[in-house]
């Protein structure tokens, strides 16, 4: 077995693995720790650990948007070919204040390429703070989910649910989570990837 080493961490590369791809921004990227303690690579060890035919690429940037993602994903596609891809983008563009309709047809037209590429979507929720107002914050929230209804994507909810209250979890900014928060975000992720792979 060859050991190709992403971002630090070992992840299994042979010609039998497939990839799953995680599409995302700072939540995904590891902002303000140690890249390598980032909940992709926890994901990276685990498949190792497992012994799982399956390699994580963590194709995140931090301060990402839908916009910017959708942008990209096709090249992501062609390099690493996936079977699952997780887009874990929208927060950025509702901190900014973005339209609704925007964000969705972003993350449509996302799902879709991946569905065409002949791979699985699994789409993370996210959330904004209420001081954006009720109206823009429900709007937001549900998006997620009318996407996914209405494209037939996997759902995963709120991946800082159980973070995001917590200050010890949570970096000074409030918003990007600690490094000792990471194995909640996977196990978030987990439970609804496992089932694909």
Not at 42 to 60: C, G, I, K, M, Y
Not at 103 to 113: E, K, S
Request: zero cysteines.
């Amino acid at each position: 077995m060859i050991l190709l080493v992403t971002f630090g961490m070992p992840t299994v590369h042979a010609s039998s693995t497939q990839a799953v791809v995680v599409l995302g921004d700072s939540i995904s990227a590891g902002y303000g720790f140690q890249r390598d303690l980032g909940w992709v690579n926890l994901l990276a060890q685990t498949l190792v650990e497992r012994e799982e035919p399956w390699r994580a690429v963590n194709a995140s940037i931090s301060g990402e948007t839908t916009g910017g993602g959708r942008a990209r994903l096709q090249g992501v596609i062609d390099e690493h070919t996936p079977a699952i891809v997780i887009i874990e983008l929208g927060g950025n563009d509702g901190l900014r204040g973005y339209p609704i309709s925007k964000i969705r047809a972003n993350l449509t037209a996302m799902v879709d390429m991946v569905q065409q590429a002949g791979a699985v979507p699994l789409l993370v929720a996210m959330r904004i703070p209420p001081n954006y107002g009720a109206r823009y914050t429900s709007a937001f929230d549900s998006v997620f989910a009318e996407v996914a209804q209405s494209t037939g994507a996997h759902l995963v909810p709120f991946i800082l649910n159980d973070v995001a209250l917590d200050d010890g979890l949570m970096q000074d900014d409030g918003i990007h989570p600690t490094a000792e928060a990471q194995p909640l975000l996977l196990d978030a992720v987990w439970s609804y990837l496992e089932p694909l792979l």
